[in-house]
T-cell receptor
Framework: AQTVTQSQPEMSVQEAETVTLSCTYD???????LFWYKQPPSRQMILVIR??????QNATENRFSVNFQKAAKSFSLKISDSQLGDAAMYFC?????????????????FGKGTKLSVIP | DGGITQSPKYLFRKEGQNVTLSCEQN?????MYWYRQDPGQGLRLIYY???????QKGDIAEGYSVSREKKESFPLTVTSAQKNPTAFYLC????????????FGPGTRLTVT
């Protein structure tokens, strides 16, 4: 079974600075998908960024980028020019590639999250 | 607007009562999911459904039941057999095929006393 580990329960960053949230995962599959979700105080889960394992290029979405190290099974999220609205829980998630490779194979496996605080 | 609705946002029940949480989506997604979120635990999968009239147990299905009579709807019943039902419940949906992300509803906070 896949596992996702977020080793930083809490992080803080000064406004306008850069912060990196770490995520490691364990899998025997070679093709899969990784996601970062944001959960602000409203508790609405919002997709931040997605990475496909077969793509070597790191995904980017505006101020958000990832450092995907497939061999190390590492998937960190970098937030540049941090803003007050970035304060939230951030969850790393893993998904198998094939909906038909077994029961539940396309479900998301989540890490326990990192609470990010932004200091004005 | 397309999206997922969950109602109500807050729900209170007495211990021993069954309660049903609503989840509706108009995204035309085939797959729907129920997650439970507890402090410090991340999200854990309760049940999921790929198609109407079919659903599968997730990691923590004991004490819960679901139905999928319509593509748009996937209600979750928290039964009296669930030993610790107080939690935040999130419903999600997705396109069934490879790589597509799950979209989440706003969640329901259930408190059982």
């Amino acid at each position: 079974a896949q596992t996702v580990t977020q080793s930083q329960p809490e992080m803080s960053v000064q406004e306008a600075e850069t912060v990196t949230l770490s995520c490691t995962y364990d899998t025997s599959e070679s093709d899969y998908y990784l996601f970062w979700y944001k959960q602000p105080p409203s508790r609405q889960m919002i997709l931040v960024i997605r990475q496909e394992a077969y793509k070597q290029q790191n995904a980017t979405e505006n101020r958000f980028s990832v450092n995907f190290q497939k061999a190390a099974k590492s998937f960190s999220l970098k937030i540049s020019d941090s803003q007050l609205g970035d304060a939230a829980m951030y969850f790393c998630a893993y998904r198998s590639p094939n909906a038909y490779s077994g029961a539940g194979s396309y479900q998301l496996t989540f890490g326990k999250g990192t609470k990010l605080s932004v200091i004005p | 607007d397309g999206g997922i609705t969950q109602s109500p946002k807050y729900l209170f029940r007495k211990e021993g009562q069954n309660v049903t949480l609503s989840c509706e989506q108009n995204l035309n997604h085939d797959a729907m999911y129920w997650y439970r979120q507890d402090p410090g635990q991340g999200l854990r999968l309760i049940y999921y459904s790929q198609i109407v009239n079919d659903f599968q147990k997730g990691d923590i299905a004991e004490g819960y039941s679901v139905s999928r009579e319509k593509k748009e709807s996937f209600p979750l019943t928290v039964t009296s057999a669930q030993k610790n039902p107080t939690a935040f419940y999130l419903c999600a949906s997705s396109i069934l095929y490879r790589g597509y992300e799950q979209y989440f509803g706003p969640g329901t906070r259930l408190t059982v006393t």
